[in-house]
């Protein structure tokens, strides 16, 4: 693990050249990115203290407080507790449309491999009571909520330019994708001001940091957990005659599986059934009496994801009659109940964002990037009833360096939710803060006369 990190080093320092190549394009200074710029240090400690300090999902209450904090200090009217730890924070500035702009809290059990002297050693527990977790940041949720921060500043410095009012937020939860929903449920869009649009980013780990990536439309996926309890007859591995053998059966119903995409679905529409895990049997000469499947299921449309989970559902009920397995022992399938909405970037809001993004940034450094079959719950606040238009862009988030190395080798970047996850905080953060606050001062511009 080491070796791996001294190896990023070396190829680092000889790639100095790219690095000063990188930086000497990078986007002239604004006014709005030279107070980001001299802010910085604040934010640093800020970034420092959230990484050092991470907490699970739903369990972010000293970083929920720290972040209350922080908004109420810059004039902000803040409620904590909405959605179990969620805050939500209201500036009204006169009349003028509502944006809402979301960060989500939560950190994941990961044991931080990144050897920087700001690692996280921190161990705590999940909202199920499990203790003892090592607790790391390696989504980079950090990075946004210093943002968020970084963004109220100038927000309220910069009252005079703006006209409206502006609702920040902290999500408890995405990882578990239901911390959205549970601040909708408790009344997010009803005990606070409505927005007329939302706006969201994440951290890439594939893009260099400096740089902002958008999607138009679909930009992340549906996803859904699907649980499939395949039911046979027991008995011993020498008489399988007197048995109904359930692994030979779940067999089928994978093979069977691979034909929803592959024959079922139109090929221009993208569609994901992974089977994660298949569990059955506990020796040589047993044969069980059940095995026990669980999938991941990614589509973008609705539609498509009606035909992936009714076809799941087809295919294992009917793999099991072929197999004459009885009525009363056909597969239960479960699909979990919280799915994860696909995130849909509203084309009309993502045109104005980005092109206010790109006076400010430079076009040079706002790249178009195409759909993932990832999930974020930001969809959620797309998909009540009313339908409020939303964007969630990349912020990249790897050294420069690092990733000119990486691209010129051939070699994988640690992906987000990696322990080896180690963002470039100041040009992240910086640059995500001048895209954000460039996209609300353009959503809540004040309009002549
Ligand atoms: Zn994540
Ligand atoms: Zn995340």
């Not at 000889?14 to 604040?42: C, E, H, M």
């Not at 009659?321 to 509203?346: C, H, K, M, W």
């Not at 959620?380 to 990349?394: A, E, S, V």
């Not at 988030?397 to 080798?409: D, F, L, S, T």
Request: with cysteine; proline share 6%.
């Amino acid at each position: 693990m080491q070796t791996l990190f001294s190896k990023l080093m070396v190829i680092a320092s000889a790639t100095l050249a790219a690095l000063l190549l990188i930086t000497n394009t990078s986007q002239a200074q604004t006014p709005l990115r030279k107070a980001i710029d001299s802010d910085y240090p604040y934010l640093q400690a800020l970034y420092t203290h959230f990484h050092e300090n991470p907490e699970l999902s739903f369990e972010e209450v000293q970083t929920a407080k720290r972040l209350a904090a922080e908004l109420q200090s810059v004039g902000f009217d803040v409620t904590t507790g909405i959605g179990r730890t969620g805050i939500v924070a209201v500036m009204r500035n006169g009349s003028g449309p509502t944006l809402m702009i979301r960060t989500d809290m939560d950190a994941l059990p990961v044991k931080e491999q990144t050897g920087k002297a700001y690692a996280s050693t921190a161990i705590g527990q999940n909202w199920k009571g499990i203790k003892n977790l090592p607790v790391m940041h390696a989504c980079g949720h950090d990075i946004h909520m210093t943002s968020l921060v970084g963004v109220a500043r100038r927000m309220a410095a910069l009252k005079d330019q703006w006209s409206g009012t502006l609702v920040l937020i902290g999500q408890p939860a995405e990882e578990l994708g239901l911390g959205a929903r549970a601040m909708l449920d408790d009344g997010l869009f009803s005990r606070f001001p409505k927005p007329d649009f939302n706006l969201a980013f994440h951290d890439n780990a594939n893009m260099p940091a400096g740089t902002i990536g958008y999607t138009s439309g679909y930009a992340l996926a549906n996803v859904d957990s699907v649980d499939i309890e395949v039911r046979g007859v027991g008995g011993h591995g020498a008489y399988p005659h007197t048995t109904k053998d359930p692994i030979v059966l779940a067999s089928y119903i994978v093979t069977a599986l691979q034909t929803l995409v592959a024959r079922e679905i139109d090929p221009q529409k993208p569609a994901v059934v992974t089977v994660g895990s298949f569990h059955a049997g506990t020796k040589h000469n047993i044969i069980s009496d059940h095995a026990h499947l669980q999938l991941t299921v990614r589509s973008y449309s609705d539609g498509v994801r009606k035909k992936l989970l009714d076809g799941i559902r087809r295919i294992a009920k009917h793999q099991a009659l072929a197999f004459g397995i009885p009525e009363d022992r056909l597969p239960v399938v479960e699909v979990e109940q919280d799915y994860t909405p696909s995130t849909y970037n509203n084309p009309a809001l993502v045109k104005r964002v980005i092109h206010a993004i790109k006076e400010e940034v430079g076009s040079d450094n706002v790249i178009e990037t195409p759909p993932v079959m990832g999930g974020e719950d930001f969809a959620q606040y797309g998909r009540t009833d009313d339908k409020i238009p939303g964007f969630l862009f990349w912020a990249g988030a790897v050294n420069p360096a690092v990733y000119a190395a990486a691209k010129k080798n051939g070699q994988t970047l640690p992906s987000l939710h990696s322990p080896f996850f180690a963002p470039d905080p100041e040009r992240t953060i910086t640059t995500a803060v001048d895209a954000m606050s460039a996209a609300a001062l353009d959503l809540l511009g004040k309009t002549d006369g």
